[in-house]
């Protein structure tokens, strides 16, 4: 079995131990060679091993700069895997620069499609392109993102347009996605929820699961559910059961006291 060698930079030691554990317990052909918290620290560790790294997870704030700091110190040929608890505004500019990310808190299904990304790669596959440090930058540092305000969709020979605001939530079905508005209409529409993800407003609306997005309008109540999780009562009902994902619990409790 051939054995990738992973560095990870995270400053924040809960989520450097918990990273550390989700690489440990389900990637048996990575294993993990240094752990740093700093640019300094990083730069120093990577002048001495940065040949013998083959996946570098990185968060974008540390302890002393950013990490595009790094990046310009130090030559890299290791696929970089950033972590971020930044806005999907910022997402479309690793994925232009086909650098891959990870949002905190690290979801597994999420890890695992990065790490086999970084495996092909490595092996022989699709090569990663260099990183557009300025373009990454301006996406993380305050370039204002242009939100979607309306989105086309088909209802029978008809074309329908919903603005943003009417929307309650998209979610998933039967391998469609479908968007319902506030007074109660569906619609079927071409894009993923990924996609629509890129799209909205980070502040009107939140991915509480890989199946569904909702808008703080459309939240009604909010109960405390069996093992800690939390169900979502919409307006409107959609007729099936919503619920929060555990990994993604504490970012919507944030997100709602920031409404």
Not at 121 to 137: A, F, N, Q, R
Not at 138 to 164: S, W
Not at 173 to 181: A, F, G, I, N
Request: aromatic share 10%; proline share 3%.
């Amino acid at each position: 079995m051939k054995i990738y060698n992973v560095l990870i930079v995270e400053d924040e030691i809960p989520a450097q131990v918990n990273l550390q554990k989700a690489i440990e317990k389900n990637f048996g052909d990575l294993k993990i060679i240094g752990l740093q918290n700093s640019v300094h620290g990083t730069v120093e560790w990577l002048r001495e091993h940065a040949a013998e790294v083959d996946i570098i997870f990185m968060d974008v704030e540390l302890s002393d700069g950013m990490c595009f700091d790094i990046f310009s110190q130090v030559s890299l040929s290791a696929k970089v895997i950033i972590t971020t608890a930044y806005d999907t505004y910022a997402v479309k500019a690793f994925r232009v620069n086909s650098m891959d990310y990870l949002l905190k808190p690290v979801d597994y299904d999420e890890l695992k499609i990065a790490v086999d990304k970084c495996r092909k790669s490595l092996d022989g596959g699709t090569p990663i392109t260099p990183v557009d440090l300025e373009t990454l930058k301006d996406a993380i540092l305050g370039r204002e993102p242009l939100y979607k305000k309306r989105f086309i969709a088909k209802f029978g020979t008809h074309i329908v347009v919903i603005h943003t605001e009417q929307i309650a939530y998209f979610y998933t079905e039967d391998k469609s996605t479908c968007l319902s508005t506030l007074d109660n209409r569906q619609y079927v529409l071409d894009n993923s929820l990924d996609e629509i993800c890129e799209m909205i407003d980070p502040g009107e609306f939140f991915r509480i699961s890989r199946h569904c997005i909702v808008s703080e309008n459309a939240i009604k109540d909010i109960v405390r559910h069996a093992s800690n999780r939390l169900k979502l009562e919409l307006q409107p009902d959609p007729g099936f059961e919503i619920f929060v994902s555990r990994s993604r619990t504490n970012d919507f409790m944030t997100w709602l006291e920031e409404r």
